[in-house]
């Protein structure tokens, strides 16, 4: 499938607007993010890039790099996957889980569980099945994501080191979990989304509802205070605004609040940060631990969609993006699951949030032609 890959394709990559990382090779593994953590501090290694999984119990998917490339700006996809013989793609959806009435019960049961108990919010998501014929490279899926990316977002890590030889993530998440840069923390969370609509006058309109909605400012607000409990202990100063942002991607609007930080101790460093913050409630709910168990009741296993992928280095430095908008693809690259949640809470509508991660599933969708 990947025989004749430019000799630069990477294992692991992050593209952003301000800057990206790619790398190739392995050293050394890590399933306990805290081991790699420490191997960082002492300077022992020089970077660990990967992904963290939804469930904190699992093991996480990080690897130390052979070779490390650092650009200004966002990737650009190679010719190869453009116009040359890596740019063939075959896709099909061959399942869903659960079909779209399950998801619709699961909504109604969700929201007379937050009515009646403690639970405040929580994510439901739901999967697609994909097969590929003939068999795809997940970079070919980055490249088309960060193509069709409204800000050139895209990542791509091996899961090989959580025991899945061979399989990827891919996506491209708009949602910063934790960037460290020297002594400065940021977060972009996201949390209240609405489908971005063909007509602009309609899609501009559904932009300033979004930006009323007291459901949806309710849902975003729990994120935030989320944030603000775990980060607060690490920084001397913590800067969040009072209400929301909204800002889109070329299938979504949603609220964001853009939380800037400054660290007490400089030895904290992003993974470390990434660790203590991971889940929010953008893509488990709140209380954590009651969210947590209802979607393992609710839900297949999810991997490591909803979980994080980035990458840190020996300075501290590093950035965590929210695993969204992102399919995991078979080591054999005949097969992928993408994956999209909406958060629920007491006032949420069903129908609207089946809609909702019909919407967010576009996203990889489209760059797959599906």
């Not at 949602?175 to 971005?196: D, I």
């Not at 889940?279 to 488990?284: D, E, G, L, N, Y």
Request: charged share 25%.
């Amino acid at each position: 499938m990947c025989a004749h890959r430019p000799l630069t394709a990477p294992d692991f990559l992050l593209s952003r607007a301000h800057g990206s990382v790619r790398t190739q090779g392995s050293l050394e593994t890590f399933t306990d993010p805290w081991a790699a953590i420490e191997a960082l501090r002492s300077g022992r290694v020089p970077m660990v890039v990967g992904a963290l999984p939804f469930d904190r119990s699992a093991p996480a998917a990080l690897t130390v790099p052979d070779r490390i490339i650092r650009e200004d700006g966002p990737l650009e996809p190679h010719a190869y996957y453009r116009q040359g013989p890596g740019s063939v793609l075959h896709a099909s959806i061959v399942g869903v889980d659960p079909e779209p009435e399950e998801h619709l019960r699961r909504v109604e049961a969700a929201v007379s569980t937050i009515r009646a108990s403690k639970l405040e919010k929580v994510v439901l998501a739901r999967a697609v099945d994909i097969a590929f014929d003939p068999p795809v490279d997940p970079l070919l899926v980055a490249a088309r994501l960060i193509d069709n990316s409204y800000n050139r977002d895209g990542f791509i890590a091996d899961l090989t080191a959580a025991g899945r030889p061979g399989d990827m993530i891919v996506g491209s998440s708009p949602e910063v979990l934790v960037k460290r840069q020297g002594s400065t923390v940021t977060a972009y969370p996201l949390a209240g989304s609405a489908p971005r609509q063909a007509d602009e006058d309609a899609d501009l309109m559904v932009g300033k509802r979004l930006a009323k909605s007291a459901k949806d400012l309710d849902e975003h607000r729990y994120v935030v205070e989320h944030l603000r409990e775990k980060l607060t202990p690490f920084c001397a100063h913590l800067a969040i605004p009072e209400y929301p942002e909204v800002t889109r991607t070329n299938e979504m609007w949603h609220l964001a609040t853009p939380i800037v930080g400054t660290l007490k101790d400089p030895a904290v460093n992003a993974l470390e940060l990434a660790v203590h913050v991971h889940p929010t409630p953008a893509i488990c709910g709140t209380p954590t631990d009651a969210a947590e168990a209802l979607i393992e009741t609710a839900e297949t296993d999810r991997g490591f969609y909803s979980g994080a992928v980035g990458w840190c280095d020996d300075s501290g430095d590093g950035e965590y993006m929210v695993a969204i908008r992102c399919a995991e693809v078979s080591g054999d690259g005949r097969t992928a699951r993408a994956w999209a949640g909406g958060g629920i809470v007491a006032d949420s509508d069903p129908a609207e949030e089946l809609e909702e991660t019909t919407a967010k599933l576009r996203t990889i969708l489209r760059s797959l032609g599906l």
